[in-house]
């Protein structure tokens, strides 16, 4: 005789739990009849905190996924020589940003009431603490895997900006630096419950707090290393270099576009500390609003300017609009998300002509991408967004604005002062910089000792 209790059982609460979800929230009935009369409570508290787990554990997932995005950008708008390089570095971003976020980042972002100064620096520790489904939202492995996921994320808008001709010794030394160190405490200073949150400074899911902290540490990078051989002539001329295969640059920003939305919806469970329907998809939606308005206004500025529709600088534009709605796509109005994506593309084109201007050489555009559109992140989310309550009172408008843009500030000062110690400290000692000869070489070859084409090479060919 088959018993059918214990299948179907399982099935009846899934039913249970998804016919009482609203909008509103995730709330379910505080026991099923069944489970009544076998002496099993299912509470609504129960459920809660397995759903919102649940959902964050995916939202983890698709942040992840985001360094897939980042290696196939990099890789694509890079030489063909520097490609190993590349994905070894993005590798190990995750890495090492685990296992320092594990032993020192975590707490020192998160240190609840252990701060070594209060509001300025949290004291570090190490592990996850244990989970305990009666005094939390959702899991704290969760929501370690989920903040990590940022930490790498940051880390790695960097590789962009120094590729092609930083050692590999040292690009780990600057990752374990900033994912242990720099990203941690200033991320404190708002997520942490720091001195940016008590004057009311608002960053949703990281405009400023990891955008632009990565976007100002690739700078800091790009300017100690310098230009790569032949990216300008003697008389200063811009020589482009151009990438050896736009194919993985777009599926690569397509990657992107699809890991920020466990980036930006994601976050509404840390604030509201449960699942919200309404609230989630609202940010997805201001989301791939500013995403499409970065990519038209990025693409026709391109083309106005370089009489080209460049594809390259709509897939920035792209990201650049992903930036600048991050960290405010809770509390706009659909049309300023538009807007804002429209400026945060406009933006990227202009950055990177800025760039090339002052002949700071930034392969994939990092710092247009990351920094100034998430300074734009953080200045627009005081222009358009709703205004926080400090002290009792909600904020004026000038008053927001005023807080955005000096926490900005901060932030962005403290990732570029800090990295450049680190990078400017690295050159000193000679660690920073592949010889000229092993940069025309590859650093595929030459750090790595193996090439990501091999049939070329078999073949004769020269790879660029």
């Known amino acids: 005789m088959v018993r ?25 009935f505080a026991q099923e009849p069944e489970a009544a009369a076998t002496g099993d409570v299912f509470s609504s508290q129960d459920y809660s905190y397995t759903i919102n787990t649940l959902i964050m554990f995916v939202c983890a997932v698709l942040v992840l996924f985001m360094q897939a995005g980042f290696a ?70 969760a929501d370690f895997l ?53 004057m009311g400074f608002q960053d949703f899911a990281g405009s400023v707090v990891v955008h632009a902290v990565g976007g100002f540490a690739g700078l800091a990078g ?11 002539t003697s008389d200063g001329k811009s020589v482009p270099l151009p990438g ?41 939606l201001t989301t791939t609003i500013a995403a499409a308005a970065g990519a038209i206004v990025a693409l026709v500025v391109g083309w106005g300017l370089f009489s080209k529709p460049d594809l390259t600088m709509a897939l920035n534009g792209i990201l650049g609009g992903l930036v600048a709605i991050t960290a405010n796509c809770d ?36 710092w247009p991408v990351h920094g100034l559109c998430g300074v734009w992140g953080g200045i627009a989310t005081g222009i358009f967004g709703t205004a926080p309550e400090v002290d009792g009172a909600v904020l004026s408008i000038g008053s927001f604005i005023t807080v955005q843009v000096i926490a900005t500030v901060v932030i962005c000062v403290w990732a570029f002062a800090t990295m450049s110690v680190v990078f400017f400290g690295l050159k000193a000692v000679g660690m920073l910089r592949v010889s000229p000869e092993e940069e025309q070489a590859g650093l595929d070859v030459s750090e790595h000792g193996m090439q990501a084409y091999p049939s070329d090479a078999l073949a004769g060919q020269t790879i660029s």
Do not use: C
């Not at 590999?168 to 200073?189: D, N, R």
């Not at 049309?335 to 994939?364: T, Y």
């Open 331 to 366: 509390r706009v109005e659909q049309w300023e998300a538009l807007v804002i994506g429209g400026i945060g593309g406009a933006l990227v084109v202009l950055g990177i002509v800025m760039l090339d201007k002052l002949k700071i050489d930034d392969p994939v555009g990092a």
């Open 72 to 141: 196939m950008v990099e890789v694509g708008l890079n030489s063909a020589k520097n490609t190993v390089n590349i994905l070894a570095k993005n590798v190990m971003d995750v890495s090492v940003g685990v296992l320092l976020f594990l032993f020192i980042g975590f707490a020192l972002m998160y240190p609840g009431d252990s701060w070594i100064i209060d509001g300025y620096l949290g004291a570090p520790g190490a592990f996850v603490a244990a989970d305990d489904p009666t005094t939390g939202d959702y899991s704290n492995s």
């Open 222 to 232: 790009a300017i100690a290393l310098g230009p790569r051989l032949g990216r300008y």
């Open 146 to 198: 989920f903040q990590v996921a940022f930490a790498a994320t940051a880390a790695t808008i960097v590789s962009g900006a120094v590729a092609g001709r930083m050692k590999f010794g040292a690009y780990l030394i600057y990752s374990a630096i900033l994912t242990g160190l720099i990203y941690p405490i200033s991320g404190a200073w708002k997520w942490g419950g720091g001195f940016l949150d008590a």
């Open 244 to 284: 050896h295969n736009i194919a993985f640059a777009a599926l690569g920003v397509f990657i992107l576009w699809v890991g920020w939305y466990g980036f930006n919806p994601g976050s509404q469970l840390t604030y509201a500390g449960g699942a919200n329907a309404a609230a989630t998809t609202y940010i997805a």
């Open 4 to 28: 059918t209790g214990k299948w179907l059982r399982p099935l009846a609460l899934l039913a249970v739990a998804g016919a009482s979800m609203t909008l509103g929230g995730v709330e379910v």
